[in-house]
């Protein structure tokens, strides 16, 4: 589980000289779920924010916060860049389709929460996340706060996360094109880990898995171990 371990300093290094604020977690101020995929016209919606959305998973012990790097909502006048990062803490777990499992569980869950006057639309491949903001949201007291409360409250239904850290991101000093970079990788580290349980391939120049394993610290030996067990069956 120690995989995404790098993406986790990198995405560190992006938040390196942003004013932040933090927000300890406070389950009765969770912002309302509508329990559905809301539909926010346009005439309704203050501004719209454009960016990443996406999880990095670790067994590095977590604070359950939300953290603002940047305008609050209410502060927000006009359509905004933005990136919103989970990072999540779980037990770390010996079996690679375990792991995958798990990852792909957790992926899972922000496609279940609709907060309601903040409609967000993502897409799992690229991570994109874009978010439609209600003017009537804003007048009722709607906050990165209040959001980050109600994703922590969904993903601690998990019984195997232990601690969440969501972290939203409109400071226009950011490196975005960063943040898309480590997006990106991270759903790289993920699929390959299912492809290690079922290629068995040794011979490293001709494996479609090189490049990721020669870049991640561990996978290659994962790859080893799996092929090794895979071909004793």
Not at 44 to 69: A, C, H, I, R
Not at 153 to 168: D, G, L, S
Not at 225 to 230: G, I, M, R, T
Request: glycine share 4%; aromatic share 10%.
């Amino acid at each position: 589980m120690d995989f995404f371990t790098s993406l986790t300093e990198r995405f560190i290094k992006v938040c390196d000289g942003l004013k932040g604020k933090s927000f300890p977690y406070n389950e009765s101020l969770a912002w309302n779920d509508l329990g559905y995929n809301q539909v926010l016209l346009q005439r309704y919606t203050k501004y719209e924010l454009d960016g990443v959305g996406f999880n990095l998973v670790t067994t590095s012990p977590l604070t359950d916060e939300t953290v603002v790097f940047g305008d609050d909502l209410g502060d927000i006048k006009s359509n905004r860049k933005f990136a919103r990062v989970t990072l999540i803490q779980v037990d770390d777990i010996a079996e690679t389709q375990d792991t995958y499992d798990l990852l792909k569980k957790l992926d899972f869950i922000k496609y279940h929460i609709s907060p309601e006057g903040y409609m967000m639309r993502s897409t799992s491949k690229t991570h994109k996340e874009a978010v439609r903001v209600s003017k009537e949201a804003l007048k009722n007291g709607m906050s990165f706060e209040k959001i980050g409360d109600l994703f922590i409250k969904k993903y601690k239904e998990n019984p195997t996360v232990k601690a969440v850290r969501v972290i939203f991101i409109t400071d226009p000093k950011t490196d975005f094109s960063e943040l898309e970079a480590i997006a990106v990788k991270n759903h790289e580290i993920t699929e390959a880990l299912n492809q290690v349980m079922n290629n068995v391939m040794f011979d490293c120049d001709n494996c479609n898995l090189k490049a990721i394993c020669d870049e991640v610290e561990g996978l290659k030996e994962l790859h080893f171990k799996s092929a090794k067990e895979n071909n004793s069956l």
